[in-house]
């Protein structure tokens, strides 16, 4: 799989599947939930609902609706509540998730925003760290893993790490 990082805008993305950073009922919120329910449509919220909420750490599928990817593949990222309560693996677990979802769905290709680096607060370098190893070291059908930055700093870790990578 090859990985990249961009900086822009999520709902933007020309991939098959865009990640949503969703909390557990899955009905929209702030930050980039938010912004992926807006541009989405109405639509978006009927079909969450049909969801029934999601786990920390697992992933589920709605279509995209009004954006130009395909699908949205949600996910709820852990509450940083510093470090010692499992906060990292569930975070990996997104990831990994996401990729299954996106294997299921046959997409070939899946955007990522900062998973839990907004209001759940998760350190940013963290983060990525756990974003990229993890990414590289999952089996997939996925032939493209898109790591989108909304700001400058988070493209920087972004590229600096899968240059280190």
């Known amino acids: 799989m090859r990985l990249e990082a961009v900086l822009g805008d999520i709902t933007e993305q ?8 969703a909390n557990s009922s899955l009905m929209g919120g702030g930050g980039v939930d938010g912004a992926i329910h807006r541009a989405a449509g109405p639509e978006l919220d009927a079909a969450c609902l049909r969801l029934g909420g999601c786990a920390p750490g ?4 709605t279509p ?3 954006l130009r990817a395909r699908w949205i593949i949600h ?5 940083w509540r510093g470090g010692n309560r499992g ?3 569930v975070l990996a677990s ?5 990729l299954e979802v996106a294997d299921q769905l046959g997409a070939q290709s899946i955007a990522f925003c900062a998973i839990s680096t907004g209001a759940y607060g998760f350190p940013s370098r963290r983060a990525a760290e756990i974003a990229v190893r993890t990414l590289r070291s ?3 059908n996925v032939e493209l893993a898109r790591l989108v930055a909304y700001d400058q700093a988070t493209y920087d870790l972004y590229k600096e790490l899968l240059a280190s990578s």
Do not use: S
């Open 14 to 21: 020309d991939t098959e599947a865009i990640v949503n950073a």
């Open 58 to 61: 697992d992933a589920k599928a």
């Open 64 to 66: 995209g609706f009004r």
């Open 75 to 79: 996910t709820v990222g852990p509450i």
């Open 87 to 89: 906060e990292e693996e």
């Open 94 to 98: 997104c990831y990994r998730r996401c």
């Open 138 to 140: 999952t089996t997939t």
